[in-house]
């Protein structure tokens, strides 16, 4: 008899196919009907879920780091940090730098959240969440992590850490999203990463404002009182009233 697990990873390698044949050209109309649905759930369900955790500022990073790593006690840090600011912290609610993040918060007596993806033999969330939901799609995740955050700290990482980060910078510069700061840290890790911006500004691809708001820094005052000054302050967030709760929706806190 299969165990809940085994039916749960075969339900999920099934949903990968299904999202692969997708992507793979036109389908029935029936088929990218039913697939529509099925994205709208993953949306509001990420809405329901995520409604009420207040003003986040979300962290990239790699999955990869395990306690005790530079880069997992920085985040750590920078967690503890945030949530001193009185944000919540939003990350992808995996292990490493996100597990990092979420612990320093929760350490700090703050509020930490994740939206977990779902693949398949990877990544439960980690165990300092206070709340997290579960999301099939990565665009509907990035959206999330995007919707509720007024800033962007991002980590060593790889190809999904630049992905995240990259999605940010093009709907700040598009005016999609307002200019919300952006943190690298580790100066060292993101050396020639900062050298091709460089490159692209004076090529004209970019202009040199669209980075203004970026932070390349080791240190955690250093963001902090970035993200202070250009999200705290400049959107008024301690004047913030919280959304109200209505109870006769299943809402709370």
């Avoid at 044949?21 to 709208?40: A, H, N, Y």
């Avoid at 993953?42 to 395990?66: D, N, Q, Y």
């Avoid at 050396?191 to 980075?211: P, R």
């Avoid at 202070?228 to 009233?241: D, H, S």
């Amino acid at each position: 008899m299969e165990s809940q697990k085994q039916q749960e990873e075969i339900l999920l390698k099934e949903h990968h196919k299904e999202e692969k044949s997708f992507l793979e050209g036109p389908q029935s109309r029936r088929k990218d009907f039913l697939f529509i649905l099925k994205v709208l759930f993953e949306f509001i369900k990420g809405f329901r879920a995520l409604h009420f955790v207040g003003p986040c500022v979300t962290i990239f990073g790699s999955a990869r780091f395990k306690e005790g790593h530079p880069s997992y006690e920085l985040a750590r840090k920078v967690g503890e940090g945030l949530a001193n600011l009185g944000f919540t912290v939003m990350t992808g609610g995996g292990p490493g730098i996100m597990e990092a993040a979420n612990r320093g918060a929760k350490e700090a007596g703050g509020k930490s959240v994740g939206c977990n993806i779902v693949l398949p033999h990877e990544q439960q969330q980690n165990n300092y969440l206070d709340k997290w939901v579960n999301i099939r799609y990565f665009f509907v995740r990035k959206v999330l992590l995007s919707k509720y955050s007024y800033a962007f700290v991002v980590m060593p990482g790889g190809f999904g850490t630049l992905d995240e980060f990259f999605e940010a910078l093009t709907l700040i510069q598009t005016n999609f999203i307002k200019r919300f700061p952006v943190v690298l840290m580790d100066k060292t890790f993101h050396k020639k990463l900062n050298e091709h911006f460089e490159a692209m500004i004076a090529a004209g691809t970019i202009l040199e404002e669209d980075t203004k708001l970026l932070l390349y820094t080791d240190s955690v005052e250093e963001a902090m009182e970035h993200i202070e000054k250009n999200a705290v302050e400049l959107f008024g967030l301690r004047k913030k009233k919280p959304l109200k709760v209505f109870p006769w929706l299943g809402e709370s806190r």
